[in-house]
């Protein structure tokens, strides 16, 4: 079956800081990837999708590009900001599409 | 358009006692799905249902629980009865079409049983 693999938090880090959250995965088929934000308090929602080989996907600064070639889609910010603290998590779709999630990635980011 | 919405989002209850969740879907999504999320499991899809049919309940830990969506605005999840090992959070989601390139999430219901 499907599974992602992401980095243990959690990542704690200054503002401005660059932030990578790394993500492996495995799925049949073609999936699609995906990184989904949980702030506290509140349910998933999503942040970036990619659907194909080589796509990058990118909202409110944040990036990933699909890597097949090492079946990855590393998520990037350049300058994180307090507000972007948050639980991020990988998910991949193969298969029947149902998305399969990673085990989230905490950031804390401090002032 | 209000979102998914769930209730209660917090539920305090003692072991044995029969818990029900609730949830309200985004009107006119065809797919809906329930998820417990812990911190030594993660995130785990317990059962989703496709235009109030259940698809699904493989993930569904034990004869305990039990969903059911009697029709395309409501479901329900139901513990009976509860054990210490049932606390977690869990989240409803809907979304269109078969694809599920969007997941929409619920706040949640945090459940503690004692």
């Known amino acids: 079956g499907n599974s992602v693999t992401q980095m243990e938090g959690p990542v704690t880090l200054s503002e401005e800081a660059f932030l990578t959250i790394n993500c492996t995965y495995t799925?049949?088929?073609?999936?699609?990837l995906f990184w989904y934000v949980q702030y506290p308090g509140e349910g998933l929602q999503l942040l970036l999708k990619?659907?194909?080989?080589?796509d990058k996907g990118s909202n409110k600064g944040f990036e990933a590009t699909y890597r097949k070639e090492t079946t990855s889609f590393h998520l990037e910010k350049g300058s994180v900001q307090v507000s972007d603290s948050a639980v991020y998590f990988c998910?991949?779709?193969?298969?029947?599409?149902?998305?399969?999630f990673g085990r989230g990635t905490s950031l804390i980011v401090h002032p | 358009d209000a979102g998914v919405i769930q209730s209660p989002r917090h539920e305090v209850t003692e072991m044995g006692q029969e818990v029900t969740l609730r949830c309200k879907p985004i009107?006119?999504?065809?797919?809906l799905f329930w998820y417990r999320q812990t911190m030594m499991r993660g995130l785990e899809l317990l059962i989703y249902?496709?235009?109030?049919?259940?698809?699904?309940d493989s993930g569904m830990p034990e004869d305990r629980f039990s969903a059911k969506m009697p029709n395309a605005s409501f479901s329900t999840l139901k513990i009976q009865p509860s054990e210490p090992r049932d606390s977690a959070v869990y989240f409803c989601a809907s979304s269109f079409g078969g694809r599920f390139e969007k997941l929409f999430f619920g706040s949640g219901t945090q459940l503690s049983v004692l």
């Open positions: 009107s006119g999504h065809d797919y």
């Open positions: 990619a659907t194909k080989a080589d």
């Open positions: 998910a991949t779709s193969g298969g029947s599409y149902i998305p399969t």
């Open positions: 249902f496709n235009n109030n049919v259940p698809i699904d």
């Open positions: 799925a049949t088929g073609y999936p699609s």
